[in-house]
């Protein structure tokens, strides 16, 4: 029995949550679910968009599957999403980025995965300023920091079979932040032999990215190039509703999916659940249940490669719950 805590969020969260744990119900595993919410629609009520019953339940669980979450406007409220990485200490966001059959899209065959590191650089929020009319942003790096999550990129390229990892940087200008980075990961490399290591500047990476994509494998990188390299990736592959994403530290994980709270859309019933149920099979990966995540995948992109039974922004006519649902037939086929 799992223990997990679901967190619907804002928008449209609600619904593809509902998609995400019908299918993971269908894939009978025993989890027991403890539903709290944050965000926006929770602040009339609770008083703040983070509430202490959500904190309680992640530190109890310590496994969270979460809808996307919009945090109010305000200069009372951070976001949340960033207080939580800080708060469970989840130093590594790792989003897949794999081309989908089915999906219209201008490249094929792309299958990277971004690691970020979650809980330095620029995401501090540490800022000030000078007078009316200047602004500081101090940006941390620390070598511990950068050890880790190179660390974390390399074992995950060895335990999934992967051949190379690239770090992304800026140390060309940034020779102090990003050139501690750069050497933290070299010291790092020098532990793995058996794999390929290479190094990038950011904006060159970038360039490289949208030309060649199929070329990249595992990418390590700090946490503002990460956020943007991520995005990017996934316009590549036909956009956010499509890519899954983890947060991920040494005693707790929150699995979300990475597109907006989209609040136009919100109760239609209409909006893409691939995102947040492809996050429930890394869910599942992390939880040991690879079999289940493995069948869980291949029945979602059998439902997109068929297109019949998929969402509008696929060119379908399936509302949420109904391509949910389509997934759920080839899981028990």
């Not at 609770?46 to 599957?65: A, W, Y």
């Not at 190379?164 to 990003?178: E, G, W």
């Not at 990475?258 to 429930?280: E, F, K, Q, Y």
């Not at 079999?291 to 969402?311: H, M, N, S």
Request: proline residues 5%.
């Amino acid at each position: 029995m799992y223990n997990i805590t679901a967190i619907p969020g804002d928008g449209i969260g609600p619904e593809v949550m509902e998609g995400a744990m019908y299918v993971l119900d269908n894939l009978r595993i025993k989890i027991k679910w403890d539903i709290v919410n944050a965000g926006a629609s929770v602040v009339q009520e609770k008083g703040r968009p983070l509430p202490d019953e959500v904190l309680q339940s992640i530190t109890t669980n310590r496994v969270v599957l979460k809808g996307p979450i919009t945090t109010p406007v305000g200069k009372d409220f951070r976001s949340i999403n960033v207080e939580l990485r800080k708060r469970f200490k989840l130093y590594a966001n790792v989003r897949p980025v794999i081309s989908i059959p089915g999906v219209k899209s201008r490249y094929s065959g792309i299958d990277v995965v971004i690691i970020r590191e979650n809980t330095q650089g620029l995401y501090t929020g540490i800022e000030y300023k000078t007078d009316r009319d200047t602004a500081h942003a101090l940006k941390l790096i620390t070598r511990e920091a950068s050890e880790r999550i190179v660390q974390f990129a390399f074992v995950y390229a060895k335990k999934h079979h992967r051949k190379r990892v690239t770090c992304f940087h800026k140390a060309n200008i940034m020779k102090l932040t990003d050139g501690l980075f750069l050497e933290s990961a070299r010291q790092v490399a020098r532990r793995y032999p058996d794999l390929e290591y290479q190094e990038l500047i950011v904006d060159n990476g970038c360039m490289q990215m949208v030309i060649n994509p199929e070329k990249f494998d595992v990418l390590v990188m700090p946490n503002l190039y990460g956020d943007i390299m991520s995005d990017m990736c996934a316009g590549l592959v036909g956009g956010l509703g499509l890519v899954p994403g983890a947060n991920i530290g040494k005693d707790a994980a929150i699995f979300e999916a990475v597109h907006g709270s989209a609040p136009d859309l919100a109760g239609r019933n209409t909006a893409n659940p691939t995102a947040l149920i492809l996050t429930s099979a890394l869910m599942l990966d992390y939880l040991g249940e690879k079999d289940k995540a493995e069948i869980l995948r291949k029945a979602v992109f059998r439902v997109i490669k068929e297109g019949i039974y998929v969402t509008p922004d696929l060119l379908g006519s399936a509302s949420t719950l109904g391509m949910a649902e389509e997934v759920v037939k080839y899981i028990n086929l």
